[in-house]
């Protein structure tokens, strides 16, 4: 059974559609991306999941539960980082563990977590006083120190440095690791890449497409991307006529062909019919990043 | 967990409250205007020579005896109106109320442990003025407990659902600072700091008698003398508590 199962939700502020009918599902112990542009309604669908606001249409059970009307149950069961909050300025980093694990009815070791979090030193450090990387790991910690199923991270890693980053990203590998169900809101491909098992993307709040990464990059138009340097000009006419392609560039004497496994192949075809040299040939996998753009009609 | 070295858990309430009274305690500046700050006007009046003489003009009372309640009266505009609706409303704004909601605690607890610390204090205060007023200018203790505790209870919910209200219909902690300072002058000012109320003139005593702090006022000053507190001036008191009370239930958003 999915831990996590929203289907069909709706939601408008004052007229304006947020959510526009989003379904997904989320198996237990993996790591599920959300991923979408500034203002898609990605935060909104999250907060359906955390039961802070009411479908005004569909349905939202995390565990079987319904966020809203078993508040008490889902809070048990689920952890959340919220995007853009913070504590009381002038708590202790302890002093938040030990009111938030005595929030809950069977929390973790508030001390195991500070060590494992790399905390332990910032104790008695209060929250206004912690760097951006400290206050995202006290989040972390506190999105855990419940025990959950299930953690949601909005937008964790936004404002950290890349070094706090990558040190945020392997402690997300090791919550899953444990055992932990993870729905991690973002707007960084590189987040998303790296960390997640399937990703739902969205745009102007529906589901614009729902995959692996691997599998979002290579359903994307211009999957494949060839770069060379052909010892003499091919005609325009030609590389255009090449099938499945999605982009063609010319510029110093260089060739950018972006397209399918099968646009490559005809363009082998084509430089052996012409006995053209293809100097630094190089053929790479796009990255989400152009899977993204191609997904959310985004590209310039 | 399972450890044995693990004290015994503390329930979510009282860890919320004991959290709460530890930063309530970490705000040297709200401690100083709710508890220092009326017991340091009594003691500022009541080194003026002429208002510790009786006055014939009054009945041959003190002027530092009515003092004694405006002074009660200012402890709780201090912590209702001056020192918790920037407290609430920046817990909003921080989100710390919607980060507590995503626990099995509601957020709820989080407003009652701030109003309850505020309250506590401004009692506490109430009585160091009483005492102060008592010890260093001989102003007799209540002649009438009962009433004078009705009396101070009203008082204090007043202030507290005030300050609620203000929380509940300002949008922004700078709002909330500058309805509290805007409420507070003419809350001051009924409560008898610039002019006791009893050397207002008529028409004047009487506006400010359907005031909360006025009334409020008014009820302690006659348990003060021994008399019970007129049901007029409480019912006044109760009514604006209510009031307010409504509004900031109906107003009150949580982010």
């Known amino acids: ?300 | 967990m399972t450890s044995a070295a693990a004290p015994a858990k503390a329930s979510p309430g009282r860890a919320v409250l004991r959290t709460e009274t530890r930063l309530f305690l970490r705000e040297p500046g709200s401690l100083f205007w709710i508890i220092g700050f009326p017991v340091l006007l009594l003691a500022i009046l009541g080194a003026i020579p002429g208002f510790r003489e009786p006055d014939p003009a009054n009945g041959g009372q003190r002027i530092i005896e009515f003092y004694v309640p405006t002074a009660v009266v200012l402890a709780m505009i201090m912590a209702g109106l001056q020192a918790m609706p920037p407290v609430i409303t920046g817990y909003r704004e921080r989100g710390i109320l919607r980060r507590m909601s995503v626990t099995p605690v509601r957020p709820q607890a989080v407003l009652g442990a701030q109003m309850g610390l505020h309250g506590v204090a401004s009692l506490v205060s109430a009585l160091l003025v009483i005492v102060v007023g008592r010890l260093v200018f001989d102003v007799a203790l209540p002649g009438q407990p009962a009433g004078y505790v009705l009396a101070l209870l009203l008082a204090i919910v007043c202030a507290l659902a005030l300050g609620a209200f203000i929380s509940a219909v300002a949008p922004t902690t700078k709002i909330a600072t500058a309805i509290g300072s805007i409420v507070f002058f003419p809350s001051m000012f009924t409560a008898g700091v610039w002019l006791p109320i009893q050397a207002m003139p008529d028409l004047l005593a009487d506006i400010v008698s359907f005031t909360p702090f006025g009334a409020a006022v008014q009820a302690l000053d006659q348990a003060a003398a021994g008399d019970w507190p007129s049901w007029s001036h409480l019912g006044v008191a109760a009514l604006w508590a209510a009031l307010l009370s409504l509004g900031a239930v109906r107003w009150f958003r949580w982010e």
Request: proline share 5%; glycine share 8%.
């Open chain 1, 1 to 300: 059974m999915p831990i996590i199962e929203v289907s069909g939700v709706r939601k408008a502020y004052g007229g304006r559609t947020v959510v526009d009918g989003i379904s997904f599902t989320v198996e237990e112990g993996e790591i599920f991306g959300i991923l979408g542009p500034n203002g898609a309604g990605k935060t909104t669908t999250v907060e359906c999941v955390e039961g802070l606001r009411h479908p005004d249409a569909g349905t939202v059970k995390v565990a079987g539960l319904d966020p809203v009307r078993d508040r008490d149950g889902v809070t048990r069961v689920l952890g959340a980082q919220l995007q853009e909050s913070e504590l009381q300025p002038k708590i202790t980093v302890q002093e938040a563990l030990q009111l938030y694990a005595a929030c809950y009815p069977d929390p973790a070791d508030w001390r195991a977590l500070a060590e494992r979090l790399g905390l332990t030193e910032k104790l008695s450090t209060r929250f206004a006083k912690l760097s951006g990387g400290q206050k995202q790991r006290l989040f972390i910690a506190l999105a855990l120190i419940g025990n959950p199923r299930v953690v949601v991270l909005d937008e964790l890693t936004t404002g950290l440095d890349p070094r706090a980053r990558r040190e945020t990203w392997a402690l997300i590998e090791e919550v899953r690791d444990s055992g932990v169900t993870v729905l991690l809101v973002t707007h960084f491909m590189e987040e998303a890449q790296r960390l997640c098992d399937r990703i739902a993307v969205i745009d102007k709040g529906r589901v614009a497409a729902l995959d692996t990464p691997a599998g979002l990059v290579s359903r994307a138009a211009g999957a494949v991307v060839t770069t060379f340097t052909p010892s003499a000009p091919l005609p325009a006419a030609d590389l255009a006529a090449l099938p499945r392609l999605a982009s063609h560039e010319e510029r110093d004497g260089n060739v950018t062909l972006t397209g399918t496994d099968e646009t490559v192949t005809a363009l082998l075809a084509l430089l052996a019919r012409t006995g053209t040299t293809a100097h630094r040939l190089r053929i790479v996998e796009a990255t989400l990043d152009d899977a993204f753009l191609d997904l959310t009609g985004e590209a310039a």
